[in-house]
């Protein structure tokens, strides 16, 4: 499945954005989903994850409360709500998709990889 994330920017201390990412290719209601950031200097790290219904969604420790995941199977697209930001939040920002039978969401192991969108988080 081809992924296009979308929807970053700059953004003040507390603020909101809200994340997009558009799939095409293959039929996303296949697909469980996940979002994953990678600041400057650092690894890439797990930051959401989503089932394939959107039932049943997964958080980092670091976003818990303040970040959203979800999706419409409909229209084949990914989201990720992010309030009360801080500037440790900013990072390139990635969408994933992994095809799977299961019925719960994924921190790991996912097939394909969107081009990431850059979320600046100003102090």
């Known amino acids: 499945v081809q992924l296009q994330a979308f929807g970053g920017g700059l953004v003040q201390f507390g603020g909101s954005l809200r994340l997009s990412c558009a799939a095409s290719g293959r039929t996303f209601s296949n697909y469980a989903m996940g979002w994953f950031r990678q600041a400057p200097g650092k690894e890439r790290e797990f930051v959401a994850a989503?089932?394939?219904?959107?039932?049943?969604?997964d958080y980092a420790d670091s976003v818990k409360g303040r970040f959203t995941i979800s999706r419409d199977n409909a229209k084949s697209m990914l989201y990720l709500q992010v309030n009360n930001l801080k500037p440790e939040d900013t990072a390139v920002y990635y969408c994933?998709?992994?095809?799977?039978?299961?019925?719960?969401?994924?921190?790991?192991?996912?097939?394909?990889w969107g081009q990431g969108t850059l979320v600046t988080v100003s102090s």
């Open positions: 989503i089932s394939r219904s959107g039932r049943h969604t």
């Open positions: 994933a998709a992994k095809f799977t039978f299961s019925s719960f969401p994924h921190k790991t192991l996912y097939d394909d």
